[in-house]
């Protein structure tokens, strides 16, 4: 079994920065691809980006493209999400999930572990 937990979220300003990572317990992140997913009230809960298991691939959501950038420190066990230039509308909870299931990776059904999640909210 693995056991996912973010870290990192809390209070930015627009156009601000913050660093989400994803402690990962049970197997190590080096066998596994993750991914970030995000839900804003009221709202679905989204795709943001994944990184393959080998860190070679890596797929980014077109709403957070540029500003955002997923990735992985096997040494560490540990998946990281940089979050620039950050606006109002990224406003949610993130998720961190993970999974052994093979590339492409943009859905939630492709994922079997998800953390707690952690509130990143962006004040204007």
């Known amino acids: 079994q693995v056991q996912l937990v973010e870290s990192g979220g809390g209070l930015a300003q627009a156009g601000g920065s913050l660093r989400l990572s994803c402690a990962a317990s049970?197997?190590?992140?080096?066998?596994?691809?993750a991914g970030w997913f995000r839900q804003a009230p009221g709202k679905e809960r989204e795709f943001v980006a994944a990184?393959?298991?080998?860190?070679?691939?890596?797929h980014h959501a077109d709403s957070v493209k540029g500003r955002f950038t997923i990735s992985k420190n096997n040494a560490n066990n540990a998946v990281y999400l940089q979050m620039n230039s950050l606006k109002p509308e990224d406003t949610a909870v993130y998720y961190c999930?993970?999974?052994?299931?093979?590339?492409?990776?943009?859905?939630?059904?492709?994922?079997?572990?998800w953390g707690p999640g952690t509130q990143v909210t962006v004040s204007s």
């Open positions: 049970g197997r190590t992140f080096s066998t596994l691809s």
């Open positions: 999930a993970a999974t052994s299931r093979s590339w492409p990776l943009a859905t939630q059904s492709r994922f079997d572990y």
């Open positions: 990184i393959a298991w080998s860190g070679g691939s890596t």
